[in-house]
């Protein structure tokens, strides 16, 4: 079935730092969107993506959208402590249902 | 708008007990989600409804899992009986369309001893 493979599986850096992460897949995508899980809550929706080469900002926070539509890219600039936790990268399947990757698992040292 | 509110946020129970989920959808959503995650296999979809109709549970583990949404702002989960490894963090969603911009709710964090 369609899967979504994050990278890194998880980070630990120091706090200011600028973070990237990916998100592949096999199959195609049409919408790509980030996610970000604070410990103890459910995922939140940071940033959505719609067309392909798509650069879309959120404050610090800045998602690309692949061309080949099967790859998207999270950046998150001068990191902080809140910044910890889950983020997800997800996509609507063939059948509809909304996909997620594994996540990648973000610590920052103050 | 107060967003998707899940009861109870903490379930601890014994094995063979019956569990009962329950989510209040955004209001005017017209698909809700329940999902599980656990450490070991991520977040899984576990079944949706459109339109309050159950359209796919493929993702239900086993019979002892149900789903009922008898109106448009109310969905359980139920587990009977419930067995040590149900324990998860059982999070209900809905959304206006289908599939993208899905808002969770705070989950329920579910212990079976």
């Known amino acids: 079935g369609q899967q979504l493979n994050q990278s890194p599986q998880s980070m630990f850096i120091q706090e200011g730092e600028d973070v990237s992460m990916n998100c592949t897949s096999s199959?195609?995508?049409?919408?790509w969107l980030w996610y970000k899980q604070d410990p103890g809550e459910g995922p939140v929706l940071l940033i959505a993506?719609?067309?392909?080469?798509e650069l879309t900002s959120n404050g610090r926070l800045t998602a690309q959208f692949g061309i080949t539509r099967k790859d998207s890219f999270l950046n998150i600039s001068a990191s902080i402590p809140s910044d910890v936790g889950i983020y997800f990268c997800?996509?609507?399947?063939?059948?509809?249902?909304?996909?997620f990757g594994q996540g990648t698992t973000l610590q920052v040292k103050p | 708008d107060a967003g998707v509110i899940q009861s109870p946020r903490h379930e601890v129970t014994e094995m063979g007990q019956e569990v009962t989920l329950r989510c209040k959808p955004i209001?005017?959503?017209?698909?809700l989600f329940w999902y599980r995650q656990t450490m070991m296999r991520g977040l899984e979809l576990l079944i949706y409804?459109?339109?309050?109709?159950?359209?796919?549970d493929s993702g239900m583990p086993e019979d002892r899992f149900s789903a009922k949404m008898p109106n448009a702002s109310f969905s359980t989960l139920k587990i009977q009986p419930s067995e040590p490894r149900d324990s998860a963090v059982y999070f209900c969603?809905?959304?206006?369309?289908?599939?993208?911009?899905?808002?969770f709710g705070q989950g329920t964090r579910l212990t079976v001893v």
């Open positions: 993506l719609y067309k392909a080469g």
């Open positions: 997800a996509g609507p399947g063939n059948t509809g249902k909304l996909i």
């Open positions: 409804f459109n339109n309050n109709v159950p359209i796919d």
């Open positions: 969603a809905s959304t206006r369309i289908q599939g993208p911009e899905a808002f």
């Open positions: 209001s005017g959503h017209d698909y």
């Open positions: 199959s195609i995508f049409n919408t």
